[in-house]
């Protein structure tokens, strides 16, 4: 197999008296730097830079430009984070001048047509989800869920009702309980039943007075539709409690089924994984939220109001949660699920779902009776299958797998999530996949587990990085490079090394 060889780092590959521009020498009488910055401010010596040629520069990060695995280059069974192909056109569009040169600080009558596309924007999610408003202010998935829920936290104090509890079931995804305990509410988990649902039982001895907010992800992380979730909704309004949907399984019902339609109070939406945008790197991301009119008065400030023919913000909010994203919220994101969903109209967002389901379906009908599913006969758009007998019989578990498919030229599945599936492989192939793919993926995944045990141990094998110690590497980073040595270093150690003159 190959194996990408070493990338060395720019200070590694750096080379004294190498440069890339000689500038020219200034055309202005010179001031000393200490006449215009207090001298405790400034630093005792250069800074150690790399110096080298652009062709070094060019080739290193070309290098490391193909290290990348990405929705552009390999297919990404990403299960619950529906790693889906965004079209090219949505990225052009989001870069027009007239668009990405805005600055926020504009006056508003210079931003009529953002202000509009914003507007329109907040329709649009709202008659897909089914719900009265929409605010778009949230930076990400997980800040949507933490406003929502202070959005819901504020309701109640507004109505004097002391509620302390957010109602999570076991197979939710893991910001669920951690923007509940953020907002200050104690998260109770609701436990699953045999079919892989809310049990209802434990569902209504949890369920009191306490409860704020039921957090239902529907579909939910084992791919299945709960449709005891209409019956959810009414013994939580019996109580006074709201009913939360995470959003990140939007791509599965688009145009099938709203959200409000079926209790819902409030959600958040993930546009990069429904609609269009970049996933992953940290963003930027976007995360809107849609509740009912009575929870409307409390949303982040500001929103997007239109009066007559013009649109402006409106500030005079005075039950907001204030502000949680600077200026209007990520709008270049938005500007994409803007763009997407205007592309592709109420018919094609339900297109969009149909093949996402009818894929994930197909590819769990050729791998099940090796990988079997134990939730299910039918799921959505993503199924979690069980790599628990190979595991038992030949010693391969999920993670080899997963780090075997890798060596493939495969990303790997979402592994041991949820926790209610043993040796978890949760895969989701979405609606853009061709059934070519799906055959091929298919085959490998199979091939996997007729592999040699001992070699899918070692894998991935032609990765510059094997099994890294993922605790580790997660608890104690190491982030800053520190040089070798003088002495080992052959002459080319860059500490303390001034930067030379004129480069």
């Not at 730097?33 to 110096?51: N, T, Y």
Request: hydrophobic share 40%.
């Amino acid at each position: 197999m190959y194996k990408f060889p070493h990338v060395p780092l720019l200070f590694e590959s750096s080379r004294t008296g190498r440069y890339t521009a000689i500038l020219p020498g200034s055309d202005v009488p010179e001031v000393p730097l200490d006449s215009l910055i207090p001298g405790e401010h400034l630093a005792g010596s250069a800074p150690p830079l790399p110096e080298l040629g652009e062709l070094d520069v060019v080739r290193h990060y070309t290098n490391l430009s193909t290290r990348n695995m990405s929705i552009d280059s390999n297919f990404y069974p990403l299960g619950s984070c529906t790693m889906k192909y965004n079209p090219r056109r949505n990225e052009r569009l989001a870069g027009m001048t007239g668009f990405s040169s805005i600055h926020p600080y504009q006056d508003e009558s210079t931003l009529q047509g953002l202000l509009q596309i914003l507007f329109e924007l907040q329709e649009h999610l709202a008659e897909i989800a089914g719900l009265d408003a929409v605010s778009l202010q949230p930076a990400a998935g997980a800040q949507g869920e933490l406003a929502a829920l202070m959005v819901a936290a504020a309701y109640f104090r507004d109505k004097g009702m002391a509620r302390t509890k957010v109602l999570v079931p076991d197979s939710a995804h893991g910001t669920n309980p951690a923007s509940a305990n953020l907002v200050g509410f104690e998260a109770v988990t609701i436990k699953s039943n045999s079919k892989g649902f809310v049990d209802l039982d434990d569902f209504k001895a949890k369920l009191d007075d306490q409860a704020a907010v039921f957090m239902i992800t529907n579909p939910n992380t084992v791919g299945l539709f709960d449709p005891q979730v209409g019956t959810i909704a009414e013994l939580l309004h019996e109580r006074g409690a709201l009913l939360y949907l995470d959003g990140a399984n939007m791509n599965a019902i688009l145009g099938a089924v709203r959200p409000g339609d079926m209790g819902v109070d409030l959600m958040h939406y993930n546009p990069h994984k429904t609609f269009s945008g970049p996933h992953g790197g940290g963003g930027p991301g976007a995360g809107p939220i849609a509740v009912r009119e009575h929870l409307a008065p409390y949303l982040p400030a500001p929103m997007v109001a239109r009066d007559g023919d013009r649109y402006r913000l409106d500030h005079d909010r005075p039950k907001s949660i204030g502000r949680v994203r600077a200026f209007f919220g990520n709008t270049g994101v938005l500007f994409r699920a803007y763009c997407y969903i205007r592309s592709q109209g109420p018919d094609g967002l339900k297109a969009v779902s149909e093949h996402a389901v009818l894929n994930a379906n197909y590819l769990m009908s050729l791998v099940r009776h090796v990988y079997p599913v134990p939730y299910g006969d039918r799921c959505m758009h993503e199924f979690v299958a069980s790599a628990r007998g190979l595991a038992r019989e030949k010693g391969i578990r999920a993670m080899d797998v997963g780090k075997g498919l890798i060596d493939r030229n495969y990303h790997a599945p979402t592994v041991y999530f949820p926790l209610i599936v043993p040796e978890a492989l949760m895969i989701e192939p979405t609606e853009t996949e061709s059934r070519e793919t799906l055959e091929d993926f298919a085959r490998v995944l199979l091939e996997i587990a007729e592999g040699d045990p001992a070699s899918l141990h070692e894998a991935p094998h032609t990765t510059p990085i094997s099994r890294p110690d993922e605790v580790a590497a997660a608890r104690t980073p190491i982030l800053r490079w520190t040089p070798p040595a003088p002495a080992a270093a052959d002459g080319q150690a860059l500490q303390g090394r001034p930067v030379p003159a004129g480069r």
